[in-house]
């Protein structure tokens, strides 16, 4: 009866362990230059003139019937923040960071911004 009852707990153990592990989700994003055929839930956004896909948090520009993975274009703006964005502090300003993109606050909206790191 003994060894059931620890059988039973290491079940239910390696059962809670494996639960947990399978809540791990790990997103690969496109390097840029990637060519992809579809994205979910795209927002359009227009800067300069030129069309841009923004599908969470990767910036893309349509290409034919496919999309081409690009960099943020400086000065475009969002009216929400990628989700899983970071808050940082660059020289005592605030921006949000998300994937090497850094965003500050304009208004209502958010640019993108590059900045300038001193590496000494």
């Known amino acids: 009866m003994k060894k059931l009852r620890i059988l039973l707990i290491a079940v239910a153990l390696l059962g809670a362990l494996s639960a947990v592990n399978a809540q791990r989700v790990v997103r690969a994003y496109p390097n840029h230059g990637t060519v992809v055929t579809t994205i979910h839930k795209p927002k359009l956004v227009i800067h300069k ?17 496919k999309y081409v993975v690009c960099a943020a274009p400086r000065g ?4 929400t923040l990628p989700r899983g964005h970071k808050v940082v502090f660059v020289k005592g300003r605030k921006y949000f960071a998300f994937r090497g993109v850094h965003y500050q606050r304009a208004g209502r909206t958010y640019k993108v911004v590059y900045i300038e790191v001193d590496l000494g």
């Open 49 to 65: 003139g030129i069309r841009y896909h923004l599908a969470e948090g990767v910036w893309y520009k349509a290409r034919g019937r």
């Open 76 to 79: 475009i703006a969002i009216k």
